[in-house]
Structure formats: structure tokens, C-alpha cells
């Protein structure tokens, strides 16, 4: 069996034809700003995809390069703009700690990533909404819901069910504050069993019944148990060493993505699954201008 490859470039063509009707309904046109700053290629490539998807979409885009050293005062100044609908980063901005205080300087109504800290206390506590009416959808980080977005698309799960992923078993590799533990964390909610992996080893999401958040558990798994065990396989580790996910580690219905920059996963993979997503990035920025616009239908309703 071969597996189906699922370009996330199509997937994405579908929600933005979309996202460009509601746009273009707005009485005003969305203005974004990015800031960048170095040459680190990923930054750059992800900065690229951003401003094709705007040009498509009818949507305004600058891009700043900016000293690292006055990007705290360019988000402060985008905070103020009332022109200014969504800001990103693209990091590493400084590769350390003062990265997360920039994330986290960014006005929530602006942050179209969904990785302010008010947006991670929402996901973690299943909080999916920010008004008592129930009319302010709670935004989620984009990278993991573009993940799930094409998992939905791949047929994984009916996302019109009260808990979508019940009963699934999932590993993810990756258990960054910007993906993996946002992902874990939004699949457990949804109903999911799942082994996060990292250098400090597993972790386990375990879904709590009915609607409250999901609880975490130490576990001892093996990477073997937990892979025959998978029913989605998700990695996203940057890294040259890491040790493949083989073909004979999976199950033939498993469903496996790669959102890495590396391949993580062994070629004769795609040789015995039932789906495989090589990569996320196209997906990734249309949830963030999906996220930009829900934003701005929340400021104003």
C-alpha cells in the first residue's frame, strides 16, 4: 500500500477562497505587520509565504526588518495602531528567553499566532470561548491548528463531533511551547490519548470526560509501544539526529504528519501508512490570517 500524500498547499487554496468572500466583506481592508529581523532562512521562507497569501487574499502586509534590539518598541507601536489588524514575529528575533517576552508583549486582539500567554491559558484550560454570551471564539495557535486542520481534511476525525478525536491514540514528537505542547494539549481536549515525547522524555495528555482540560500524567512508554500503539504519528523535531520514525514502527492505518524542516520520518514510510502530510507551512500562515480574522470580528461584535 502507498500512502495518500496530502498537499497542505491545496487544503489551504480551499479555506482561503473562503477567508478572501469574508474579507472582502469587511467595511474596512485588514492591515498586517511583520517584523524579521537576521537571515535566518525558515523566518524568511515562512515571512514569503505570508505575503503571497496576503496579495491572494486582498489583505495589506508590511514587512519590517528590524534591529533586534528596537523589536520591542516596533510591537509596542503596532499595540497602538488602530490601522495595524495583526502583528507576527518571525522568530528567532534573539534565539533565547527574550523571544517569549516578545511573544508575549504582543496585544492579544493582535496576535494572529494565538501564542500570547491569555490565548495558552484558553487552550489549556479548554476555555473556547471569551465571553459568557459564547459569541468570542478563543484563538488557537496556528501551527497546531493548521495540524489538525489537515488531519480533518485526511478524514482522522468529524470535527462536528462533541469530541472529535475520542478514543484515538496519538504521538507527537515535539513538546515546544509553540507546537507540540499546544497540539498535545488541543487533540487531548478534543477526546485524544497522547504521548508527547521530548528530550526529557514522555509525557502523557490523557482526556478528562465531558468538557473540562485534559490532565497530564508521567508514563514510562517506550517509543516502540507507543508508536505500534499510534493511530497518528505528528513530529516535528529540527534536528538531523533525530532517530526516524520507520516504516516498521507503524501501523498500516496510521495517519502521519511531518512538520519539521527536517524529515523525521524514513522514507519507506509513505510505502505503508494509509496518509501522509510532508509538510504544514502553507496551512499554517492561512490559520494565521484565519485567526486575524476572527480577531477582528471579535473586536467589533
Not at 495595524?84 to 499566532?113: A, C, N, Q, W
Not at 480533518?152 to 463531533?161: L, N, S
Not at 488541543?186 to 485524544?192: E, L, S, V
Amino acid at each position: 500500500m502507498t500512502a495518500t500524500i496530502i498537499d497542505p498547499s491545496a487544503v489551504a487554496a480551499e479555506f482561503r477562497t473562503a477567508l478572501r468572500q469574508q474579507i472582502a466583506a469587511l467595511p474596512t481592508p485588514l492591515h498586517l505587520l511583520g517584523l524579521i529581523t537576521g537571515d535566518h532562512g525558515p523566518a524568511h521562507t515562512y515571512a514569503e509565504y505570508t505575503r503571497k497569501a496576503c496579495e491572494e487574499l486582498g489583505v495589506s502586509f508590511v514587512l519590517k526588518n528590524v534591529a533586534r534590539l528596537d523589536a520591542a518598541a516596533s510591537v509596542a507601536a503596532a499595540n497602538a495602531d488602530p490601522d495595524v489588524h495583526g502583528v507576527l514575529i518571525y522568530y528567532p528575533i534573539f534565539g533565547t528567553d527574550e523571544d517569549f517576552y516578545l511573544r508575549d508583549s504582543v496585544d492579544p486582539g493582535k496576535d494572529m499566532e494565538g501564542l500570547h500567554s491569555f490565548w495558552s491559558r484558553c487552550l489549556y484550560e479548554n476555555r473556547r470561548f471569551i465571553d459568557a454570551a459564547q459569541r468570542k471564539k478563543a484563538i488557537l495557535p496556528c501551527t497546531p491548528l493548521a495540524i489538525l486542520k489537515l488531519l480533518e481534511h485526511a478524514g482522522a476525525f468529524d470535527a462536528q463531533a462533541p469530541r472529535p478525536l475520542e478514543g484515538k491514540r496519538v504521538v507527537v514528537f515535539n513538546r515546544s511551547e509553540v507546537v507540540g505542547r499546544p497540539l498535545a494539549s488541543m487533540m487531548a481536549n478534543d477526546g485524544a490519548l497522547v504521548v508527547s515525547f521530548d528530550i526529557d522524555g514522555p509525557r502523557l495528555f490523557v482526556p478528562t470526560p465531558g468538557s473540562g482540560p485534559h490532565t497530564l500524567q508521567e508514563t514510562q512508554i517506550s517509543r516502540a509501544d507507543a508508536l505500534a500503539q499510534a493511530d497518528i504519528v505528528v513530529t516535528g523535531v529540527p534536528s538531523r539526529s533525530f532517530e526516524r520514525v520507520r516504516a516498521s514502527e507503524v501501523g498500516p492505518d496510521c495517519l502521519c504528519v511531518n512538520f519539521s524542516t527536517f524529515a523525521n520520518f524514513e522514507p519507506d514510510v509513505r510505502e505503508k501508512v494509509k496518509v501522509f502530510v510532508p509538510r504544514v507551512g502553507p496551512m499554517t500562515v492561512t490559520m494565521a490570517l484565519r485567526n486575524t480574522l476572527r480577531l477582528y470580528q471579535n473586536g467589533r461584535s
